[in-house]
């Protein structure tokens, strides 16, 4: 199956800080989504972004499918950013998505 | 309610028993999924639905059963728990090629 890397895997940041999540997948894919999944175990649908560039408050997200990468842009981070975030892509063979094995972030005050 | 539920949200069993987890989804979805999260692995596919009476293995099949006799429910069955299966199980749904949303996640504990 497809495999998805996130990087990196921890991350601490001071209340105010930006950030650059990373998520690079071995095929051509479909549909790509972020998520975050909070401290109580919910996954947040972030963003749904197959290609190109939406943004969100605070947050944005791009991937290039070409080159098989997307990234997460969090800026001016709360502590309420944290949790781990979580990259999931279908590929073009198929609906079902593959998980990465997520981004751990802490943003202390 | 609309979107997804899942129930039990908790659920203890021992090991040989057989146990059923519950999902609902109510935007008659095409789609619908079945993961499990461990610490290490992230969430791995379990099983996947493409419609009703459509079923297909994912990652990690070995010891589940499914079943969509409705568009609207997927349950998820382990026919006999082992302490492997302790995890937290969440259900998913989508259109085909469109976003997915998931449940709130069921915890089982296999004693």
């Known amino acids: 199956g497809i495999q998805v890397e996130q990087s990196p895997p921890d991350l601490i940041l001071q209340e105010g800080a930006n950030s650059t999540l990373r998520c690079n997948f071995s095929d051509s894919v479909n549909n790509l989504q972020w998520f975050h999944q909070n401290p109580w175990g919910q996954l947040i649908n972030l963003f749904y972004?197959?290609?190109g560039t939406k943004q969100n408050g605070r947050l944005s997200a791009t991937t290039v499918a070409t080159e098989r990468y997307s990234l997460l842009y969090i800026s001016s981070s709360q502590t309420t950013d944290s949790g781990v975030y979580f990259c999931?892509?279908?590929?073009?063979?198929?609906?079902?998505?593959?998980f990465g094995t997520g981004t751990s972030l802490t943003v202390i005050p | 309610d609309a979107g997804i539920t899942q129930s039990p949200r908790y659920k203890i069993t021992e090991t040989g028993r057989q146990v059923t987890l519950m999902c609902h989804q109510t935007?008659?979805?095409?789609?619908m999924f079945w993961y499990r999260q461990d610490l290490g692995h992230g969430l791995r596919l379990i099983y996947y639905s493409a419609a009703a009476d459509i079923t297909d293995k994912g990652e990690v099949p070995d010891g589940y059963v499914v079943s969509r006799s409705k568009t609207e429910n997927f349950p998820l069955t382990l026919e006999s728990a082992t302490r492997s299966q302790t995890s937290v199980y969440f259900c998913?749904?989508?259109?085909?090629?469109?976003?997915?949303?998931f449940g709130q996640g069921t915890r089982l504990t296999v004693v």
């Open positions: 972004i197959p290609s």
């Open positions: 935007w008659s979805h095409s789609y």
């Open positions: 999931a892509v279908a590929p073009n063979t198929g609906n079902q998505f593959y």
């Open positions: 998913a749904s989508s259109f085909h090629r469109a976003e997915a949303f």
